[in-house]
């Protein structure tokens, strides 16, 4: 029986399957058998990927939107999980706190087999939620990585486009200082130019003695006084 507990069953071995009920015996009544349940989204619906944000709903939404539901238990195994974290087991060893758990579930008529199997419902159903969100995040990461490349690309396309534009001005620059570099050297020809025939125009010295025009006028000042 061990066995049949943890082995994973297929579909139509997981359906719950309705129970008779003993002639006075009452079987408390669970919200879920008094209340319809709301329309779900099939299952394959909800593990395809999908290209937008994943979305992580609750758990109970993830159990009963699995392609194999738990069992309707008045006492599942989230109900054990909430008894054995009650204060009135604080305190208690672990042998202690199973012995009170195992006496309060033979009390209501629980049986183990039902327990683990709903365990076992419900594990698998939050597997196959993780395994479809997975599918989800690994196609949105995906999509924003094409996106960044079309990002990229266009980046690298208007970064050449700029690039040209500002090795073009570094060229007009350059081009015009070279322009200004030869009005220097033509300055430079027409200044010597002037001062030469300034020179031929001081009574005193030989022109070709003076270098700067400054020279000539300085000489042309010692000649007047």
């Known amino acids: ?117 709903d365990a076992v419902v419900r594990q698998r159903a939050l597997n196959d939620y993780e395994e479809g969100q997975g599918s989800r995040l690994h196609a949105f990461e995906q999509s924003k990585l094409d996106e960044n490349r079309k990002i990229q690309q266009e980046l690298d396309r208007l970064t050449a486009q700029y690039m040209g534009r500002i090795q073009a001005n570094l060229d007009e620059v350059a081009k015009e200082e070279e322009n200004f570099r030869e009005w220097q050297r033509s300055k430079q020809q027409e200044s010597q130019r002037i001062t030469e025939a300034a020179a031929y125009c001081v009574p005193q010295g030989s022109a070709a003695g003076m270098s700067s025009l400054t020279a000539v006028l300085e000489r042309a000042t010692v000649a007047h006084r």
């Not at 579909?11 to 879920?32: L, N």
């Open 1 to 117: 029986m061990l066995k049949k507990w943890f082995t994973l069953p297929s579909i139509e071995e997981m359906a719950p399957q309705p129970k008779p009920v003993e002639s006075g015996a009452t079987r408390p009544s669970s919200p879920s058998e008094d209340t319809p349940a709301a329309p779900r989204a099939p299952a394959a619906a909800a593990a395809a990927p999908a290209s937008g944000v994943p979305k992580y709903g609750p758990f109970e939404h993830i159990y009963q939107s699995a392609a194999v539901k738990p069992p309707r238990l008045s006492y599942g195994i989230l109900k054990v999980a909430e008894m054995m974290n009650s204060p009135h087991l604080s305190g208690m060893s672990p042998e202690a706190r199973r012995c009170s758990l195992l006496m309060a579930l033979e009390a209501a008529g629980v049986e183990i087999e039902d327990l683990l199997q």
